[in-house]
C-alpha cells in the first residue's frame, strides 16, 4: 500500500489532534472529580463525551490485557527478587557485614573512637 506523503502528514496531524482533544476532554472529567490525576475511567468516559463510544470496548479490552501480562510479570519477578535479596543478605553475612554495610571490625573501631573522643 503507498500513501502519499501528504496523507501520511494529514494522518499524524488528525492524530495528534484527536489524542489532545481526548486528553483535554478527560482532564476536565478529572478536575470535575477533584482530582489531579487522569485515570482510565476518565478517558472512558471522555471518548463518550466526544461520541466515539465504539472505542470504549476495545481499548477496555487491550487495557484488561496489557494489566494480566504486567500482574502475570510480576508475580514472575518476585521470586527472583527474593532469592537475589536473600544472596545479597547471605554473602554480606559471610563476608562480615554489618546490617549498614559496614565491616563488622570497622563498626567496632568507629565506636571505640567516637568513645574516646567523649571522653
Same mark, same amino acid.
Given at each position: 500500500?503507498?500513501?502519499?506523503?501528504? %496523507?501520511?502528514l494529514a494522518f499524524? !496531524? +488528525?492524530?495528534?489532534?484527536f489524542i489532545h482533544y481526548l486528553?483535554?476532554? %478527560?482532564?476536565?472529567?478529572?478536575? !470535575? +472529580?477533584k482530582r489531579q490525576i487522569i485515570?482510565?475511567?476518565?478517558?472512558?468516559?471522555?471518548?463518550?463525551e466526544i461520541e466515539f463510544p465504539e472505542f470504549i470496548a476495545p481499548l477496555k479490552a487491550s487495557l484488561?490485557?496489557?494489566r494480566r501480562k504486567n500482574?502475570?510479570?510480576?508475580?514472575?519477578?518476585?521470586p527472583r527478587e527474593k532469592k537475589r535479596k536473600a544472596e545479597r543478605d547471605a554473602a554480606a553475612a559471610t563476608n562480615g557485614k554489618a546490617d549498614g554495610g559496614?565491616?563488622?571490625d570497622d563498626a567496632e573501631e568507629n565506636e571505640d573512637r567516637d568513645h574516646a573522643l567523649d571522653e
Open positions: 500500500m503507498n500513501v502519499h506523503k501528504e %496523507a501520511l499524524s !496531524e +488528525s492524530a495528534r489532534i486528553s483535554a476532554t %478527560a482532564n476536565d472529567i478529572c478536575k !470535575e +472529580s485515570n482510565a475511567e476518565d478517558v472512558f468516559k471522555a471518548l463518550e484488561e490485557d496489557f500482574a502475570a510479570k510480576k508475580a514472575e519477578s518476585k559496614e565491616d563488622v
